[in-house]
């Protein structure tokens, strides 16, 4: 994802992460990988409830985490494009995800 | 027709040493960020039955003609060996794809609910301003906001 950031920002597109992770593991993850884009934290997962990508007792520890997901929302907040995984190894690529973004007018 | 001349190789254990290995391989690829990464399920899983047929057959043949052929230790340490990624892979492919479906949530042209969550350093960020321009640079507001729902590193 960082790696493409700039292709993001050129096609005018804000990348946002979120998971149930505290702020201070997805600090650590950030500095790690060298992330720069807004990472949140949804520890009590309200908002994960609120798109209806929960994932019940998904995490190794069977606490309940997001399944993963992505959404394209415009400025008047309407879904443009998403995408949702059957299964975990298969993420959405960072092509599909700027063709999308390119879309956008 | 040789009887029991013990000079005939049961291939089969290989076959299936081969394609368990390349059913393990498969879990491997989408490090690789690959366009037909979609497929790699479905191919890690084909190539783990096809292990399982040939490690099947190899020890069926080994059953059924002991005298046959030689080298049997060998086939049945092959065997094992085999077993174990292609049974992984097997497991893999059931594990990941435990996932909810998502048709309560939002879609294609309906609007996103709003949410305020912390960032890394804990400050409160909303939805409005993610899609308002940032107040530290000049870019102008982003046209749109790519919310990427992830599993997390707990």
């Given at each position: 994802m960082e ?14 992460a979120?998971?149930?992770d505290?702020?201070e593991v997805s600090r650590n993850l950030a500095n790690k990988s060298g992330y720069t884009?807004?990472i ?66 | ?119 890394t ?32 590193y707990?």
């Open positions: 790696k493409h950031l700039a292709e993001f920002e050129a096609a005018g597109v804000r990348p946002v979120i998971s149930v505290a702020p884009f807004p949140l934290s949804d520890t009590d997962t309200a908002v994960i409830r609120r798109y209806h990508v929960l994932h019940p007792g998904g995490a190794a520890d069977e606490h309940d985490i997001a399944r993963p997901a992505e959404f394209l929302i415009d400025s008047s907040k309407i879904v443009r494009w998403s995408n949702f995984t059957e299964d975990i190894r298969v993420r959405a690529r960072a092509d599909e995800m700027l063709a999308a973004a390119r879309r956008l007018r | 027709m040789p009887d029991g001349t013990n000079d005939v190789k049961n291939t089969a254990p290989w076959w299936g040493l081969l394609f368990s290995v390349a059913a393990l391989a498969c879990n491997g690829a989408f490090f690789l960020d690959a366009p037909f990464q979609r497929l790699f399920p479905w191919l890690s899983l084909l190539f783990a039955i096809v292990a399982l047929s040939f490690l099947v057959m190899g020890l069926r043949l080994l059953i059924a003609r002991p005298k046959l052929y030689r080298r049997k230790m060998l086939s049945i340490v092959v065997t094992v060996i085999a077993l174990l990624p292609a049974a992984l892979s097997v497991l893999a492919f059931v594990g990941t794809r435990k996932l909810p479906g998502a048709a309560e949530a939002p879609q294609i042209g309906e609007r996103v609910p709003d949410f305020i969550l912390p960032d350093l804990g400050k409160p960020i909303s939805l409005d301003q993610l899609l308002a321009a940032s107040p530290n640079s000049q870019a102008p507001a982003p046209k749109a906001v790519l919310l990427i729902f992830y599993r997390g707990w």
